[in-house]
């Protein structure tokens, strides 16, 4: 048990579909991460939240959209995804953001399909 | 650029000891971590290190060299279920994460 939950695990959609992913993190960390993960890659990351505010967007498709109204809970909300978007979607939250030792803890992630 | 290697697969016998390397290119430097990753499982972390020299944690040992861009996970006294991904992780000089894409080690009786 991470302390970090992601819902769904597995994900279906077509190409003109609306999801969402939800994160969730019982740790009281002040730092929320989302991760691309495709076969043999490395790790993607995607947008990072501290205290709530967006700190980072690394030119992600907008068909992406990350949301964080609280400082437990992170969103993904796609819409109009692409193939090659399938991949494992990877929650993480760190006690900090932008300090050198502060690991992060991920969830387990969603694996996400688009057909 | 900036970039992380790693082998991409290392095989290893139960009870045995393996090393899996990583260099690094950055720009600047803020500590290196290790994380180990089962199959359809999250990510764990297993190490950090900042300063140059060997840290050990059990059967696992991680060791830097700054000057080198080098580190190491050594495991020691090898178990089925050590077989995963390990990967390494480089904390640059904007404190942003950069990953590498894992070491599978794959552990046979």
């Known amino acids: 048990e991470t302390g970090v939950t992601q819902t769904p695990r597995h994900l279906v959609m077509g190409m003109t579909n609306k999801k969402s992913l939800k994160c969730e993190q019982h740790?009281?960390?002040?730092?929320m991460y989302w991760y691309k993960q495709s076969a043999k890659k490395p790790l993607e990351l995607m947008f990072v939240y501290s205290l709530e505010e967006r700190v980072e967007n690394n030119s992600v498709p907008s068909r992406f959209s990350p949301e964080c109204p609280n400082s437990s809970h992170l969103f993904l909300h796609l819409h109009t995804l692409q193939p090659e978007d399938s991949a494992l979607y990877l929650c993480?939250?760190?006690?900090?953001?932008?300090?050198?030792?502060?690991?992060?803890?991920f969830g387990p992630g969603t694996r996400l399909t688009v057909t | 650029g900036q970039n992380i290697d790693q082998p991409t697969e290392m095989t290893a016998t139960e009870g045995a000891i393996v090393q899996i390397n990583c260099t690094y290119q950055t720009s600047g430097f803020n500590g290196l971590f290790w994380y180990q990753q089962h199959a359809g499982e999250a990510p764990t972390f297993l190490s950090y290190n900042v300063l140059d020299g060997l840290e050990e944690k059990g059967r696992f040992s991680s060791f830097l060299s700054r000057s080198k861009g080098y580190s190491y996970l050594l495991l020691k006294e090898l178990q089925m279920k050590d077989s995963a991904s390990y990967l390494c992780a480089v904390r640059g000089g904007n404190y942003q994460l950069i990953w590498g894409a894992g070491t599978k080690l794959i552990i046979k009786p």
């Open positions: 740790l009281g960390h002040n730092a």
């Open positions: 993480a939250s760190s006690q900090d953001y932008g300090t050198g030792g502060s690991e992060q803890y």
